[in-house]
């Protein structure tokens, strides 16, 4: 593990700062159709993500609503 991160220092050391640039950070040239293509990536990314995380989270709660529901029909039927 030490070697490992004696390798990853030295990389850090030796290798060009542009390594280490996001690609929406990379070019000089904010306004050009890379980073327009870039910003619209990731608004889509993030609609998706957002879907299917809401999708999934809608599918959570009503499966504990369900089953809250049956556990007191079952309770109301025992009691009887």
Do not use: Q
């Not at 542009?18 to 910003?39: L, Q, R, T, V």
């Amino acid at each position: 593990m030490n070697a490992l991160r004696k390798i990853l220092f030295a990389l850090a050391l030796l290798a060009p700062a542009k390594i280490f640039a996001c690609a929406a950070c990379f070019g000089p040239n904010i306004d050009s159709p890379m980073a327009d293509g870039m910003n619209w990536a990731i608004l889509a990314l993030g609609v998706v993500l957002t879907t299917v995380l809401g999708g999934f989270l809608t599918f959570l709660i009503y499966a504990i609503r369900k089953s809250e529901a049956v556990e007191a029909a079952r309770m109301a039927g025992t009691e009887n």
